[in-house]
């Protein structure tokens, strides 16, 4: 008679046995919220294509930090939004602009109880938009940003944050930053670089909450969505490079090379859940086409699943809340 006697339904009988076989399991500490403050603001506004998420101004950036914490967030990660932009992004620079303000804010406001992170690119500052310095020929000039990050990295440093996430995808920003940072003194400063970041349209809505000025496409800085190996090139020459962590961005369209980054270095590994795949869900929840809680834990488990140790999520306080229920 062909009755099994392997039988891998008994692992699943019920929910205490299946909590004994998980094999991944999320934890508050590992998820860091994204939070975006904007100069001038007196209350917080929403993000029209991110429902849930807000530009803060500098009161409700404290607050909404401080809630973080008391959920228990990993980490915090700081993007500016300047009233006024130039073509070199002087804004970044300068220590009273929005996004060094608010890294001493929210310094003050919590301490060593979480990470702050801060996003060390010039789009947010820059007129065209772009994540670096524009040549005559309106190319990206790639040393030319170089210089440009190195001053970014020790603005940033001296405000107070923990870990600076180079985001802009300029062949050697981590070593120039890395060697900027221990000129000045910011030894102990750490790196989350983006060693892998895809020129994916998946980051529309963050440039609608960043209100990015950029025209056409990062293609020529940011890598092809259709390759692998190039990713593990960017990984292994940002850990050479002094990168302490490595992430990988979007997430859940790129968990293939989440499982080959984690197989390749020892360093710890983040992965972005982007706004776009944010607000895929939440749209889709709107129209009642999902379960939006289920969905978003799913995703999350997914991509730690994959090999991410951290993740960067806009969920990241509200399932911070539904993992310590
Ligand atoms: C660059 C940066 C971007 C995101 C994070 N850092 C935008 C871009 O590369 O166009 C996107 C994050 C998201 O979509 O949630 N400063």
Redesign the pocket.
Known sequence: MGYPQIRPRRLRRTAAVRRLVEETRLAPAELVL?MFVREGLTEPRPVASLPGVFQHGRDSLRKAAAEAVAAGVGGIML?GVPARRDATGSGGVDPDGVLNVAIRDVVAEVGDATVVMS?L?L??FTSHGH?GLLADDGTVDNDATLAAYARLAVAQAEAGADML?P??MMDGQVGVVRRALDAAGHTDTALLA?AV?YA?A??????D??E?A?VGD?RTY?QDPANLRESLREVELDVAEGADLVMV??ALPYLDVLAAVRQLVQVPVAA?Q???E?AMVEAAAANGWIDRERVIMETLTSIRRAGAQIILT?WAVEAAHALRR
């Open positions: 994204p993007f996003d690119c789009d947010e994540c996430g985001s802009g983006y970041k994916s998946f980051y529309g809505p963050f440039r909450a960043v990015s950029l990062r940011q961005k979007p972005y982007v706004s776009g944010y806009y």
